[in-house]
């Protein structure tokens, strides 16, 4: 690129050199003027000749102009009324520095022959060149120029451009896009560079990406393993109660049952989190009787803290297991966060069945409501000491959404209420 930088810088020096050379030799021609007496005489001859016939005088095409003044100084020819403009008398071409010739036949004088003044002439002819060598010069660099800007925009902007829309792919993170590799501009020693830098960027990310979903898939299955030791201890506890006649033991038994249900909580939460990441948290919905609601509710009222009303009777489009999730997250968390009784009502709402699970501890600040199904987002009122993940309701919120429904967290003075949308069949 460099090369071809000076390659130009070099010819237009050479082009520019020639050019003031050209104009100084066409411009010093002017120091020579010659008089050609034999053509004069020539043209004076051929006057004499033709004196009764001037108009015979315009198919002789001699190289210089003539005028012609009879001994009256009657114009009886010009080749140039230009270049003879306020030419009366021979004096008046004299005082213009003309050349005169007088026209005698014998000893009788006929007239004039006047001839322009060779030395304006000469000058004339010289600045017709240097306009017709100025106009060729300015056309030879215009000419260059364009084909300079030509060589630039090819070379230089162009490369350039996509360099800076290269730049944006990588900021974008289109990594799948490589950089056109060209020796021959300005940035071709550093194309090279950048498309190995766009590659190594790439296959960075896949490491990255690579081990985020080795650590996923760890959770997922850590998760999932943890599961079966904490089944265990919760058939041993369900044992222990029933054999067990000594209340305080029974107390502590239903102590460790209650924890090892929230530890079954949490593990539930991670793993399903995980397998969402994973795009592994499958939904079936299925066709079921309402009548199941009931029963989920009972499973995980282990408390039995939940007061509910009539359940409409309808077909409901749901994942049974899922649906099951997302009630026991929501009444986990009223055991953990308000400790009160829940009451549960049912209403039909369009093609919908609304169930309103409402608890009356203190709520949580109306500013978090929205943040309440972030991932790993937890409240600031009563979580302090709490376990917890902040998982809960972000998989239940999007399992009502991959069952076509929506789940609605509301608070008051009240309580905390949450409204699951179900979709009826």
């Not at 053509?39 to 198919?59: F, M, R």
């Not at 660099?141 to 490369?159: A, Q």
């Not at 995980?300 to 009303?309: E, F, L, P, S, Y």
Request: net charge negative.
């Amino acid at each position: 690129m460099m090369k071809g930088f000076k390659r130009f810088f070099i010819y237009l020096t050479l082009l520019i050199l020639a050019s003031i050379s050209l104009l100084i030799i066409v411009a010093g021609s002017t120091r020579y003027v010659q008089i050609d007496t034999i053509q004069l005489n020539a043209v004076v001859q051929t006057v004499k000749e033709n004196w009764n016939h001037p108009e015979a005088l315009n198919g002789y095409g001699f190289d210089t102009d003539f005028l012609v003044l009879d001994s009256g100084n009657e114009q009886l020819y010009s080749s140039s009324d230009k270049a003879f403009e306020g030419i009366k008398v021979p004096l008046d071409a004299v005082r213009d520095g003309m050349i005169t010739m007088t026209v005698n036949d014998g000893e009788e004088f006929l007239g004039t022959v006047v001839f322009p003044n060779p030395s304006k002439v000469a000058i004339s002819r010289i600045i017709h060149r240097l306009i017709l060598a100025t106009v060729l010069i300015i056309l030879v660099i215009l000419v260059s120029y364009i084909v300079f800007l030509y060589y630039i925009n090819r070379t230089v902007i162009k490369p350039f451009n996509r360099m800076k829309e290269f730049a944006g792919f990588i900021a974008q993170g289109r990594l799948d896009e490589p950089l056109i590799m060209d020796q021959n501009n300005i940035f071709g020693a550093f194309t090279e560079s950048f498309d190995i830098m766009r590659e190594e960027l790439k296959a960075s990310k896949q490491r990255e990406t690579e081990l985020k979903l080795k650590e996923k898939e760890l959770v997922a299955s850590l998760s999932h393993d943890l599961k079966t030791p904490v089944t265990g201890i919760r058939a041993i506890c369900g044992v222990l109660s029933v054999k067990v006649q000594d209340e305080y033991v029974k107390a502590k038994i239903e102590n460790i049952e209650q924890k090892t249900e929230e530890i079954n909580t949490l593990l539930s939460d991670l793993l399903s989190s995980a397998l969402d990441d994973l795009g592994e948290m499958n939904v079936n919905p299925t066709e079921e009787t309402s009548d199941i609601l009931r029963t989920l509710v009972e499973e995980h009222d282990i408390h039995n803290k939940v007061t509910a009303g009539e359940i409409p009777d309808c077909i409901i489009k749901v994942d049974r297991n899922r649906l099951s999730q997302v009630i026991g997250n929501i009444i986990n968390n009223s055991y953990k966060y308000a400790n009160t009784k829940i009451d549960i009502n049912y209403k039909f709402n369009g093609d919908f069945l609304e169930m309103n699970i409402k608890d009356y501890g203190e709520g949580v600040d109306p500013n978090e409501i929205g943040f309440l199904t972030n991932k790993f987002y937890r409240g600031k009122k009563n979580t302090a000491g709490k376990e917890g993940s902040g998982l809960g309701l972000y998989i239940s919120s999007e399992l009502m959404k991959k069952m076509q429904g929506r789940l609605i967290c509301i608070s008051d003075k009240e309580g905390f209420e949450v409204i699951l949308t179900i979709p009826l069949a």
